[in-house]
């Protein structure tokens, strides 16, 4: 199963024992449904960095994909937790990820940091921070997920 899985299990209400999405892992049973970002989505696969690739096996051109699909799993995560617990779940870091929602970023967290914050009932935002010393460093993708609405998506570029 490859990174394309996650759209089309999230998109098609698909009921998930256990789905593997490039180095991320969901475990548990969701029926979560992601919103497409329309127009968001599609400028966020085109932005690129301006370091070499190294230590990435598909080149720079990835890195924001990764991320976003990373954050996709995190979403399900959330909303499996939803779904049990009636709120959204805050997350400090990547193990606290793998501890509160089932979810593993094994391959990502070579690159990223991820963390949940000012989760609620209605809504939660993800972000992912690239890790000093690789080729996402100064980058933070985030994704702002509120009950109702589209998902928002925002990549910048962390002066240091």
């Not at 256990?18 to 966020?44: D, H, N």
């Not at 617990?85 to 990223?112: C, H, Q």
């Not at 609620?120 to 921070?129: E, K, N, Y």
């Not at 509120?146 to 925002?154: D, I, K, Y």
Request: proline fraction near 5%; include cysteine; glycine fraction near 10%.
């Amino acid at each position: 199963m490859g990174s394309r899985l996650l759209v089309p299990c999230l998109a098609s209400m698909i009921v998930l024992t256990s789905c593997s999405i490039g180095g991320s892992r969901i475990t548990g049973p969701s029926s979560a449904q992601r919103e497409s970002s329309g127009m968001a989505a599609s400028r966020l696969d085109q932005i690129t960095t301006s370091s070499d690739g190294r230590h990435h096996p598909r080149g720079p051109h990835r890195l924001i994909p990764e991320a976003k699909e990373a954050l996709g799993a995190i979403l399900t995560g959330e909303q499996v937790y939803l779904q049990k617990f009636g709120s959204f779940v805050d997350a400090a870091d990547t193990s606290d990820l793998r501890v509160k929602l089932g979810v593993y970023l094994d391959e990502p967290s070579l690159r990223w940091t991820f963390t949940v914050s000012n989760a609620s009932p209605m809504g939660f935002v993800a972000t992912a921070r690239g890790r000093d010393g690789t080729n996402a460093e100064g980058l933070v993708v985030s994704l702002r997920y509120l009950r109702g609405q589209r998902l928002r998506w925002s990549v910048r570029r962390q002066r240091p």
